[in-house]
C-alpha cells in the first residue's frame, strides 16, 4: 500500500445536501496515487484523531471528499474556507478490484454512494444503484450520469425515485452485469452479500467502521474475516476497506 502524508490546499468546501458537504483538496503529488475504494484521514486541528473520508475522486491532482457531518470532528472540518492548509495522510487501504471486459453494478446507501463514484469512472457503463433515506439527502445523481452510469436511485420513504431499497433493484436486475461493488451501513452490505450468494454474483463490499490511526496500528477498526475456513480477525483500515463479500463474518 502506497501512501503519502502531506498538506493539501482547500480549493472548495460546499454545502450538497442536508449536513452533508463537498470537500476539494489539491495536491498534485499524492492525488495521483489514489484508487477507488480507498480514503483520505484528515487531520483536524484540536482534535487527536484524524477523520476517515472516502475518495470520491481524483482528477487533476485534486481529491474530491464528500462527508456528513456526524459529530464535533466533522463540524469541524464543515468551517473550513478555501485557501486553508489541510493535513492529509492519503490515500489509504485497498479499494475495489477492477476487471476490464465485466459490467458492475455499483451500490452505494447513503455516505456510501461518493466512493461509488470514482469506481463509477473506472468501470464502462456500469449499473449504479443509489440508496437514500429521503430525497433531502440524494447526492451526486448528475455527476454518475456524466460518468456514463446507467442509474437507479431510490428513497426509503418513496420521497424521490424508486420506492424502496437497494437490495430490491438489485434482485429485479440480477442478470444484468457480471459483479457487485458497494459501500454502505452494514445491514445493507449484508443483504446485498446474501442476495449475491443466492444469484452466483461475485461481490465486493466496503466496510464502513470507525478508525483510530487509519494504518493497521491500533486495534479500533478490527472486523471478523473468515479464510480457508478460519475465522481471523483484520483491520479495515490495512486489510480492507474492501473485502470479498464471501469473507466477512456479519
Do not use: W
Not at 445536501?17 to 484508487?35: H, W
Request: aromatic share 6%; with cysteine.
Amino acid at each position: 500500500m502506497k501512501y503519502d502524508t502531506g498538506m493539501f490546499t482547500l480549493l472548495s468546501n460546499e454545502q450538497i445536501a442536508d449536513g452533508i458537504f463537498d470537500m476539494r483538496v489539491k495536491n498534485k503529488k499524492i492525488a495521483e496515487l489514489a484508487k477507488c475504494g480507498q480514503f483520505a484521514h484528515i487531520y483536524v486541528p484540536s482534535k487527536t484523531l484524524r477523520r476517515p473520508i472516502s475518495v470520491c475522486d481524483s482528477v487533476n491532482g485534486v481529491l474530491r471528499l464528500v462527508y456528513q457531518v456526524k459529530g464535533e470532528g466533522t463540524r469541524l472540518m464543515s468551517l473550513m474556507k478555501p485557501g486553508d492548509t489541510v493535513d492529509i495522510l492519503a490515500p489509504l487501504g485497498n479499494g475495489f478490484n477492477i476487471h476490464k471486459g465485466k459490467r458492475y453494478c455499483l451500490i452505494g446507501g447513503g455516505i456510501g454512494v461518493p466512493p461509488m463514484l470514482f469506481t463509477a469512472k473506472q468501470t464502462e457503463n456500469p449499473l449504479v444503484i443509489t440508496g437514500f433515506r429521503s430525497k433531502d439527502l440524494v447526492i451526486l445523481q448528475n455527476d454518475f450520469k456524466n460518468a456514463g452510469a446507467e442509474l437507479v436511485l431510490t428513497t426509503d420513504d418513496g420521497s424521490a425515485g424508486v420506492h424502496g431499497f437497494v437490495t430490491d433493484v438489485l434482485k429485479n436486475r440480477i442478470n444484468d452485469f457480471d459483479e457487485v461493488c458497494a459501500c454502505g451501513p452494514a445491514p445493507m452490505l449484508k443483504s446485498i452479500a446474501q442476495v449475491c450468494r443466492e444469484n452466483g454474483k461475485p461481490c465486493q463490499i466496503s466496510l464502513e467502521e470507525r478508525m483510530g490511526c487509519g494504518i493497521g496500528a491500533c486495534l479500533v477498526c478490527a472486523v471478523k474475516i473468515r479464510k480457508n475456513g478460519e475465522e481471523i480477525m483484520q483491520h479495515v483500515c490495512k486489510d480492507g476497506p474492501v473485502f470479498n463479500a464471501e469473507e466477512v463474518v456479519f
